[in-house]
């Protein structure tokens, strides 16, 4: 799978939007690029995946260059409730027509009131 | 529908000792798979079963065991304990091999 590179923590204020940006320089053909959510003590939630171009959803929207290499979070207006661990992960079916999700490190934001 | 159910959520074991955790995909999902989180990282994953047989595994040792029920309930199984087995484990269950993962809130594990 492909490794993924994400900033280690980042803070934000109330209210503003945050884009939180993942490197994937060897993506292949048939990865998707998927978000997750985590806080403390709790199992990773689902956030949002695409493919290429954008992909937008109730909580988020994620943007994907032509070249895929790279790929942008934003979260708009964020509130407190939204300080977590955010994981990129990038990752399609194997050769054996299975999927597995490898997670990095994540992001950590901070929102500050 | 209830998500992903882990039990128990905590758990104190001494070292060399065995322990099981629990895991009740969500309705519907026939896939589950293991993590294992440990504080500050994010997660590792352990293997993947289906139809009742392993069919992915991560870098963990053989001390790391499974089982997947025809109800599609699984347990992980750690044998020989050992401090650094202390960790988060986490279960998600998915549709298929491609599905969405769902996640459940984890087991805690202590191992003194």
């Known amino acids: 799978l492909a490794k993924t590179t994400q900033p280690i923590s980042m803070d934000s204020y109330e209210g503003q939007e945050v884009n939180i940006t993942c490197s994937h320089n060897n993506i292949a053909t048939n990865d998707y690029i998927t978000w997750y959510q985590q806080f403390p003590s709790q199992g990773p939630r689902f956030i949002i995946q695409g493919y290429k171009t954008k992909v937008t959803n109730e909580v988020a929207s994620l943007f994907i260059p032509a070249d895929r290499k790279s790929s942008t979070l934003s979260l708009p207006r964020v509130s407190l409730s939204d300080t977590a661990v955010y994981y990129c992960l990038v990752g399609g079916l194997n050769s054996g027509g299975y999927q597995k999700v490898t997670f990095g490190t994540g992001t950590k934001l901070q929102v500050i009131p | 529908d209830a998500g992903v159910t882990q039990s128990p959520t905590h758990l104190i074991k001494t070292r060399g000792q065995q322990v099981t955790l629990r895991c009740s995909p969500k309705s519907g999902h026939d896939t589950v798979s293991w993590y294992q989180q440990a504080l500050g990282q994010g997660p590792q994953f352990i293997f993947q079963?289906?139809?009742?047989?392993?069919?992915q595994r991560g870098n963990f040792p053989d001390r790391f065991s499974g089982h997947q029920f025809p109800n599609y309930s699984s347990e992980l199984n750690v044998n020989a304990l050992l401090l650094g087995d202390s960790a988060l484990y986490l279960c998600a269950s998915s549709l298929g091999g491609d599905g969405e993962a769902f996640f459940g809130q984890g087991t805690r594990l202590t191992v003194v």
């Open positions: 079963y289906y139809e009742e047989e392993e069919r």
